[in-house]
């Protein structure tokens, strides 16, 4: 029994600690995982091999929760391969990709149907038991198998409403080496802006994902304390539309006309980090596994 799933890395348009609704919008940066699964019997359980340093916790949970849904009351063995383009605890969602993607792996080997929504429901699920998101992120892991802004209630694992991007459209990242605190740490202070976090959620909600993105990064730099207002004027000077910080930080989305990218990324603080441009795309659905 062998499957194989993938999602993406996805950016911010709002942060959902603040009032329980989040939206985002997937990237084609990915995360593929690949699994073999050898049954031997019932009400075991399973051995899954995975090789360090891939063997962390949200990982065992993600396996925990695909094969409790997918695979009830059997047990084997099995090897999980991961591999990410995507960088880790920077903001771009590498969690919920992970996750997903172990969700849909799991489902093709055991050739179960599961919808984008209820992969994200169970990534969501893996998040908050591995400890690594407050809410879950439900938009986040939506946002990384389908297309499009999402907009989501995360404590009701809801989707609200979806929307596309310009096809003209990319996103030009700035990624810092530091690595940001898990959103948990936080949740206390953004329920305490609820009514700034809002004007943010409403904005997406109508559809203004540019004045949503912007409230939202006011929000979570006042949070967090960066000290991008500076740099997010510049970049909208050199083109780009909207510009905000992208989940907790600290990593920068700034989207624009793709044929405006490359002037946009030169306007990114001359500090270390990453500079690169992506697009927004459908994600590749595995051979079978995942129902419209």
Not at 153 to 178: I, M, S
Not at 219 to 233: C, F, I, P
Request: with cysteine; aromatic share 4%; proline share 7%.
């Amino acid at each position: 029994m062998r499957g194989v799933g993938q999602a993406t890395a996805a950016i911010t348009i709002v942060n959902a600690l603040a009032t329980g609704v989040g939206s985002a919008v997937g990237i084609d940066l990915a995360v593929r995982a690949e699994i073999e699964l050898h049954p031997a019997g019932s009400n075991g359980r399973w051995d899954v091999e995975v090789a360090e340093p891939a063997r962390t916790p949200l990982v065992i949970a993600a396996l925990d929760v695909a094969l409790n849904r997918f695979a009830p009351g059997s047990s084997g063995t099995g090897r999980l391969t991961l591999r990410s383009e995507i960088p880790a605890g920077r903001g771009l969602k590498s969690s919920s990709a992970v996750g997903a993607a172990i969700v849909i792996a799991v489902a093709e080997a055991t050739d179960s149907a599961v919808s984008p929504t209820e992969v994200a429901r169970l990534s969501a699920e893996v998040g908050r038991s591995a400890g690594v998101s407050a809410t879950g992120a439900f938009d986040d892991a939506l946002a990384g198998v389908s297309s499009g802004v999402v907009v989501t209630d995360n404590r009701r694992c809801e989707l609200l409403r979806a929307y596309p991007l310009g096809e003209e459209l990319g996103a030009a990242l700035w990624v810092p080496p530091a690595t940001h605190r898990p959103s948990p740490e936080w949740a206390e202070a953004f329920s305490a802006r609820a009514g700034e976090g809002r004007v943010a959620a409403d904005a997406a909600l109508s559809g203004d994902w540019q004045r949503a993105m912007r409230a939202n990064t006011e929000l979570v730099e006042r949070v967090l304390g960066y000290d991008y207002a500076e740099v997010r004027e510049r970049l909208t000077r050199a083109g780009a539309l909207a510009v905000g910080v992208t989940g907790m930080g600290p990593a920068l989305a700034a989207i624009a006309a793709r044929g405006m990218l490359p002037a946009v990324e030169t306007a990114f603080p001359d500090r270390p980090g990453e500079r690169r441009s992506v697009r927004f795309s459908l994600p590749p659905r595995p051979r079978g596994s995942v129902r419209p």
